[in-house]
T-cell receptor, first 116, second 111 residues
Framework: GAVVSQHPSWVICKSGTSVKIECRSLDFQATTMFWYRQFPKQSLMLMATSNEGSKATYEQGVEKDKFLINHASLTLSTLTVTSAHPEDSSFYIC????????????FGNGTRLTVT | LAKTTQPISMDSYEGQEVNITCSHNNIATNDYITWYQQFPSQGPRFIIQGYKTKVTNEVASLFIPADRKSSTLSLPRVSLSDTAVYYCLVGDTGAGNKLTFGGGTRVLVKP
């Protein structure tokens, strides 16, 4: 089945630094990838839609200059949290779709970000 | 975007059947219904997908009435390891739709 690999699975960084999270589709080409954020005991919140070769589309309230998304190939999208602050600590999850009709989303295993 | 509504939580016991209903009154003609399972600190995992009537796979069944305004995920003979949060999503990724999550249903299976 389709596999999405997300790396790292967890990261601790100091306030003010930047962190990059990678999302790879291992056995299929993903024209579209999605980035979600999840706080404890809450549902997944869509942050942005990442399309290969074009700029990401951000949801309302998500700062595009803070959460930089790059989708340079059909198998890789990256999310960079710039100038991280403690309130950015969260569980970040990516998903990818093959883009055909009724193709389900395939999710990575998430990245636990802790900003100290 | 079709909005979904699910019960917040459900309790069950090992060996019982668990049925979770999701309401999606404004589902579009091309939308599919997909259910996911999520364990703590993990990404959601695909369970089953359907468009209409009934779909069954090795882990679950999905019942969709003719009007498609709701769907029911059925988990037969649950075990403790089925304790998780279950989400239904409605949309068509092939049309470039983004899929947003509702609140999900937290299922607790007791011994």
């Amino acid at each position: 089945g389709a596999v999405v690999s997300q790396h790292p699975s967890w990261v601790i960084c100091k306030s003010g630094t930047s962190v990059k999270i990678e999302c790879r589709s291992l056995d299929f080409q993903a024209t579209t990838m999605f980035w979600y954020r999840q706080f404890p005991k809450q549902s997944l919140m869509l942050m942005a839609t990442s399309n290969e070769g074009s700029k990401a589309t951000y949801e309302q309230g998500v700062e595009k200059d803070k959460f930089l998304i790059n989708h340079a190939s059909l198998t890789l999208s990256t999310l960079t949290v710039t100038s991280a602050h403690p309130e950015d600590s969260s569980f970040y999850i990516c998903s990818a779709t093959e883009g055909r009709n009724n193709s389900p989303l395939h999710f990575g295993n998430g990245t636990r970000l802790t900003v100290t | 975007l079709a909005k979904t509504t699910q019960p917040i939580s459900m309790d069950s016991y090992e060996g019982q059947e668990v049925n979770i209903t999701c309401s999606h009154n404004n589902i579009a003609t091309n939308d599919y219904i997909t259910w996911y399972q999520q364990f703590p600190s993990q990404g959601p995992r695909f369970i089953i997908q359907g468009y209409k009537t009934k779909v069954t796979n090795e882990v679950a069944s999905l019942f969709i009435p003719a009007d498609r305004k709701s769907s029911t995920l059925s988990l037969p003979r649950v075990s403790l390891s089925d304790t998780a949060v279950y989400y239904c999503l409605v949309g068509d990724t092939g049309a470039g739709n983004k899929l947003t999550f509702g609140g999900g249903t937290r299922v607790l299976v007791k011994p």
